[in-house]
């Protein structure tokens, strides 16, 4: 029975070298290339009663990399391969912008999980983002809820940056599956490793 006012808990997850591979401002459709697990990861977490939105920085519109309109073609065929692999997401946000614009949406601000909240109707503080940069996790704390760094994408090389940080990450995953094991892990006490 659908319970009024019931806020889901959600899982945002960062889209480049976290649930494709990363490209360096991949600016393509044709370039976009799923992990071997992640619609698998994103079952998981539907199962175990998340939303799961994308929430990713894509400041190669300010830089002038590419178009919003190749932009929307890379979601268009992201989609698509997810649906071939029976998956899909909830919801999906981006912010064109660099950190000279002062926007309130580029990671690690909040304003893209603020959004998301308020049109999927989330409670941001059973949330988590998972992402492979420091500004993923950050985002997690910020919002009030957990953030996770993945060692996949640029994970590696980031997690080397973590002691100058004075937040830090709920876990560090080996990649999305892990994480998503590990969350439902977490929320409801099952293991679905
Ligand atoms: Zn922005």
């Known amino acids: 029975m659908a319970r009024k006012n019931f806020k889901s808990p959600c ?22 290339k799923l992990y071997s697990y992640s619609a698998a990861a994103i079952n ?34 992201f989609f698509s391969l997810l649906k071939e692999q029976g998956s899909k997401i909830d919801g999906l946000y981006f912010c064109p912008h660099i950190d000279e614009d002062k926007c309130n949406c580029r990671k690690p601000k909040i304003g893209m999980v603020l959004q998301a909240a308020r049109e999927h109707n989330i409670d ?21 809820g957990k953030g996770i760094l993945l060692l996949s994408g640029h994970g590696k090389k980031q997690v080397k940056l ?28 099952d293991d679905f490793a």
Do not use: W
């Open 11 to 32: 899982v945002f997850l960062d889209r480049d070298g976290t649930l494709i591979h990363d490209n360096n401002y991949l600016s393509s459709p044709e370039q976009v």
């Open 124 to 144: 941001l503080k059973n949330s988590f983002v998972v992402g492979d940069i420091l500004r993923d996790y950050m985002t997690g704390v910020n919002m009030g």
């Open 162 to 189: 973590l002691k100058k940080e004075k937040t830090k990450p709920f876990a560090i995953c080996r990649n999305l599956l892990t994480a998503a094991n590990l969350i439902i892990k977490t929320m409801t006490g």
């Open 44 to 77: 998981k977490l539907h199962k175990a009663g998340f939303k799961v939105i994308v929430t990713t920085n894509q400041s190669g519109i300010a830089r002038g990399k590419f178009a919003l309109k190749t932009l929307s073609l890379i979601h268009k065929r």
